[in-house]
């Protein structure tokens, strides 16, 4: 159209009187709005006149003294970007007095959907945008959950207590072989495509165990017998579902230079080691410690089952709740973003991970959108149920987050603040009691 409308901000100048407009809304959907706005001539002299008078003040034509340029030459030399500004200025800033003036919360800037302009007979335009929808909801007394009870085995603390052990692991170097089956090896790695059919790959100084069950087991299969100071050549084909995507059916010709070899080795699981972890004086105190651990980490798995089938059952009896597509854009972009970080973390770049993050984002699509249901089906329950989060609890939530985190109270208060996570932590505790609450009524 050759127009648009800026994402919201604070107007450049103030928009007109609201009741110059004529305002009306139309309800496409529960979460869509079409907004149609008429502005009166009156309204298009002043904005022409305040577009005008900025043009003539900073123009530059030869002949002519900065700011003293007829009005008639400004107006033929940048007539059509003159109308396009006022245009412009007068869509987002009628939009924005329109939509304050009824009360509606955009879930994003508007998108100008049609408009007429006529500097005599006046400027009209449409515009849609989603809102968060009204939900009258129901079913949610009376539920009937199933508790899962989890329990916590001899075997499961055995496993816990290994997994300690494991990240107390020493490395130490071998000498006067070659690789073995669970030596761990850092090596330089490169690889190149058959035919050209991917980027080239490189990872110095690269550290892995040989024989894992890792991304890349054909690889290091070529790897035993070789030494440190050692280089190897050699081809790998990948099956076409391997689960690295950039991998899957392609043929990687690796070049990998051995630097050092080492092996894993745990320490012993007696007393001593339970002091070194902080577990109390002796080896059955840590089991122990180990076991309450993880009795309270079964206990949240199983609240969280619980919570599971309650939205599980509140999405059911409740179908027709429409979830704004800009809300389940957001939803798909965080767990985008999650990943990235997860990625970062472990030191992966994302441009050479083979994931293919448009499918991702279409994988997630329809979970995103249950979600923001069950979301909007939780806040509709807050809402007729009368339900809030008190200072108090704000408060307790925070003080537990920053011991969590071993941060003072007011530091982590000011950072959330800024962040705008405070509010976020507020919907997800005031979510928290909505289900406490049907869980206090439901069916066990």
Same mark, same amino acid.
């Given at each position: $159209?050759?127009?648009?409308?800026?994402?919201? +901000?604070? &107007?450049? +100048?103030?928009?007109?009187?609201? %009741?110059?407009?004529?305002?009306?809304? !139309?309800?496409?959907?529960?979460?869509?709005?079409?907004?149609?706005?008429?502005?009166?001539?009156?309204?298009?002299?002043?904005?022409?006149?305040?577009?005008?008078?900025?043009?003539?003040?900073?123009?530059?034509?030869?002949?002519?003294?900065?700011?003293?340029?007829?009005?008639?030459?400004?107006?033929?030399?940048?007539?059509?970007?003159?109308?396009?500004?006022?245009?412009?200025?007068?869509?987002?800033?009628?939009?924005?007095?329109?939509?304050?003036?009824?009360?509606?919360?955009?879930?994003?800037?508007?998108?100008?959907?049609?408009?007429?302009?006529?500097?005599? !007979?006046?400027?009209?335009?449409?515009?849609?945008?989603?809102?968060?929808?009204?939900?009258?909801?129901?079913?949610?007394?009376?539920?009937?959950?199933?508790?899962?009870?989890?329990?916590? !085995? /001899?075997?499961?603390?055995?496993?816990?207590?290994?997994?300690?052990?494991?990240?107390?692991?020493?490395?130490?170097?071998?000498?006067?072989?070659?690789?073995?089956?669970?030596?761990?090896?850092?090596?330089?790695?490169?690889?190149?495509?058959?035919?050209?059919?991917?980027?080239?790959?490189?990872?110095?100084? +690269?550290?892995?165990?040989?024989?894992?069950?890792?991304?890349?087991?054909?690889?290091? /299969?070529?790897?035993?017998? $070789?030494?440190?100071?050692?280089? @190897?050549?050699?081809?790998?084909?990948?099956?076409?579902?391997?689960?690295?995507?950039?991998? #899957?059916?392609?043929?990687?010709?690796?070049?990998?230079?051995?630097?050092?070899?080492?092996?894993? %080795?745990?320490?012993?699981?007696?007393?001593?080691? #339970?002091?070194?972890?902080?577990?109390?004086?002796?080896?059955?105190?840590?089991?122990?410690?180990?076991?309450?651990?993880?009795?309270?980490?079964? &206990?949240?798995?199983?609240?969280?089952?619980?919570?599971?089938?309650?939205?599980? *059952?509140?999405?059911?009896?409740?179908? /027709?709740?429409?979830?704004?597509?800009? $809300?389940?854009?957001? *939803?798909?972009?965080?767990?985008?973003?999650?990943?990235? %970080?997860?990625?970062?973390?472990?030191?992966?770049?994302?441009?050479?991970?083979?994931?293919?993050?448009?499918?991702?984002? =279409?994988?997630?699509?329809?979970?995103?959108? %249950?979600?923001?249901?069950?979301?909007?089906?939780?806040?509709?329950?807050?809402?007729?149920?009368?339900?809030?989060?008190?200072?108090?609890?704000?408060? *307790? =939530?925070?003080?537990?987050?920053?011991?969590?985190?071993? *941060?003072?109270?007011?530091?982590?208060?000011?950072?959330?603040?800024?962040?705008?996570?405070?509010?976020?932590?507020?919907?997800?505790?005031? @979510?928290?009691?909505?289900?406490?609450?049907?869980?206090?009524? =439901?069916?066990?």
């Amino acid at each position: $159209m050759g127009v648009r409308i800026p994402p919201f +901000a604070p &107007a450049a +100048a103030h928009p007109p009187r609201q %009741r110059a407009m004529k305002i009306s809304v !139309t309800d496409l959907s529960p979460s869509r709005r079409s907004l149609s706005v008429e502005v009166p001539p009156a309204a298009i002299d002043a904005e022409y006149e305040k577009a005008y008078k900025s043009y003539a003040s900073r123009v530059r034509i030869p002949g002519f003294r900065q700011g003293k340029v007829p009005r008639h030459i400004v107006v033929q030399r940048f007539g059509k970007e003159i109308e396009q500004d006022v245009v412009e200025t007068l869509i987002r800033n009628c939009s924005i007095s329109a939509i304050k003036e009824k009360g509606l919360a955009p879930l994003h800037s508007p998108v100008l959907k049609d408009y007429k302009f006529d500097k005599g !007979t006046g400027l009209s335009f449409v515009a849609e945008f989603e809102v968060r929808p009204q939900v009258d909801v129901t079913g949610y007394r009376d539920i009937k959950v199933e508790p899962k009870k989890i329990e916590v !085995t /001899d075997a499961d603390v055995t496993r816990a207590v290994e997994k300690l052990r494991e990240n107390r692991a020493r490395f130490e170097g071998v000498e006067g072989r070659g690789i073995e089956q669970g030596d761990f090896i850092l090596a330089d790695v490169k690889g190149v495509f058959d035919e050209g059919r991917g980027e080239p790959l490189s990872q110095p100084e +690269a550290f892995f165990e040989v024989g894992s069950a890792g991304p890349h087991p054909e690889l290091t /299969d070529e790897l035993r017998g $070789m030494t440190a100071g050692q280089e @190897r050549q050699f081809g790998v084909s990948y099956p076409k579902d391997h689960p690295t995507g950039a991998l #899957a059916g392609n043929r990687v010709v690796f070049t990998v230079r051995v630097k050092e070899i080492k092996t894993k %080795r745990l320490p012993d699981l007696n007393d001593e080691f #339970a002091r070194e972890v902080g577990a109390g004086s002796s080896l059955d105190e840590l089991r122990g410690k180990v076991r309450e651990e993880l009795a309270d980490a079964a &206990a949240a798995r199983e609240r969280s089952e619980t919570r599971r089938q309650v939205i599980e *059952q509140l999405l059911a009896a409740n179908p /027709d709740v429409e979830a704004p597509e800009a $809300m389940v854009d957001d *939803q798909v972009e965080g767990y985008v973003e999650d990943m990235l %970080r997860a990625m970062a973390a472990e030191g992966i770049d994302p441009e050479t991970s083979g994931v293919d993050f448009g499918r991702v984002r =279409a994988e997630q699509r329809e979970p995103a959108r %249950r979600s923001v249901k069950a979301v909007l089906l939780l806040d509709a329950v807050a809402d007729k149920e009368s339900l809030e989060v008190t200072g108090e609890e704000l408060n *307790q =939530a925070l003080d537990r987050e920053a011991r969590s985190r071993r *941060q003072s109270v007011e530091a982590l208060r000011a950072r959330w603040e800024k962040e705008g996570r405070l509010e976020a932590l507020k919907r997800h505790l005031l @979510r928290e009691k909505v289900l406490d609450l049907i869980l206090g009524t =439901a069916n066990i």
